[in-house]
DNA sequence: CCTCAAGGATACCGATCGTTTTACATGGGC
DNA sequence: GCCCATGTAAAACGATCGGTATCCTTGAGG
């Protein structure tokens, strides 16, 4: 009891939890590359071997990363609660709201983005898997300004998401949060635009 | 001094050009962490012990290819004779219509940006390097916007530099050389808008 | 001819990577 | 009690990384 062996204890069924936790945590605030095993699992308090059979290789575990922040509540889903309702106008550039977790860390952009960047394969799947992603974005996009009656939806859900990768790349290179708002008021003006539009084309 | 010693003696063959080459092809066709110093110094044609006498680290490397990527004639380059007498318009343009190294090979986007992912210390040199690069670009872009009378320089020279960042990280998630077309488009917008004021508010 | 520095080929170094294996500890179900 | 899946801690693995040292060839100047 009083070893200095005092191992620590079983930490409950918690284990893929938590390494997909660390795993968020580290790979957006440090990239791919630079963590690596080692450093993941002395983070999320697991052992080498049970990281290992939970994930069978680290690529294996940057897809689920990948998954998993897929699933997380995203700054494009239109179906949370308060965006349900808004106007299609704040739908449209509720992308740019995007708060990136902590502020007193350097900002690091979108992680999608710098996957590709940092898989170079464009085969790997973690690389696909990141180009759907950002397809699905812009889909998602596109398919509220048609609702909205835009007349080229698709090139204003392009458009916009344009705007956030732009947003986000130059944010990491310049290290400076503010552009995201550059982009926002760019964003309006085309929405504005649009809108504008549609609504004098049927009215 | 017409050579005193012998301290010109046999000339590398441009060895120091060579690498430099070399690391040029290989960084931007594959990344720098997937670019070791084997396929290096093999791909130009040194050995090892040539390339580490001309270049104390491979950090230093990554530093002089930027800097080499700096010098290149660049896309925003108004200097050059078909554009020094183009419009304003065409100038500010002109980013847009960058062909990357003009090959068949998968779109890598923008080399500074992607050191800005592949390097995550903000403090490295190389990323700092990159961060000073997209600045000098914006203000590039921003000088000739007020050279044209453009009410508010500084913000069109930002917004024209995050459209084009957004196409470079865009089109290399997506695996998609027109993307840069999108980007066009929007540029083409603001740059309209803009000159139009700017020929209203001072005519 | 000989000398000798520049450069090429390659073995080697320590560190670190991702991954596997060994040895032991825990605790619920029989 | 024991069994055994599940867990930890740590050593070890081979590969590869950036970087250095060794040996040998080359070729111009004396």
Redesign the interface.
């Known amino acids: 009891m009083n070893e200095p062996t005092a191992v620590r204890r079983r930490q409950g069924r918690g284990a893929r939890e938590r390494i997909l936790r660390a795993a968020t945590e580290l790979f957006t605030a440090?990239?791919i590359?630079?963590t690596g095993i080692e450093q993941l699992s002395t983070v999320a308090e697991v052992s080498k071997r049970t990281l290992y059979q939970h994930f069978r290789s680290k690529d294996e575990l940057v897809v689920a990363y990948l998954r998993s922040l897929d699933d997380a509540p995203q700054p494009v889903a239109p179906e949370q609660p308060t965006l349900a309702a808004a106007s299609p106008r704040e739908q449209l550039l509720a992308v740019f709201d995007w708060k990136p977790a902590e502020t007193m860390a350097?900002f690091?952009?979108c992680p999608?983005?710098?996957v590709?960047?940092?898989v170079?394969d464009?085969g790997h799947p973690a690389h696909e898997l990141?180009?759907a992603k950002?397809?699905r974005c812009a889909r998602r996009l596109a398919d509220i300004a048609r609702q909205a009656g835009v007349a080229d939806p698709e090139?204003l859900g392009?458009?916009l998401?344009?705007?956030?990768?732009?947003?986000?790349?130059?944010g990491?290179?310049?290290?400076n949060r503010h552009?995201m708002a550059?982009?926002r008021?760019?964003a309006e003006?085309?929405v504005d635009?649009a809108l504008a539009d549609a609504g004098r084309g049927s009215p």
Request: avoid cysteine; charge should be positive.
């Open positions: 440090q990239g590359n630079a350097p690091r952009g999608f983005l710098n590709s960047v940092e170079p464009p990141a180009a950002k397809k090139t392009e458009q998401a344009l705007l956030f990768d732009g947003a986000a790349a130059r990491l290179a310049l290290n552009v550059y982009a008021s760019i003006t085309l635009a």
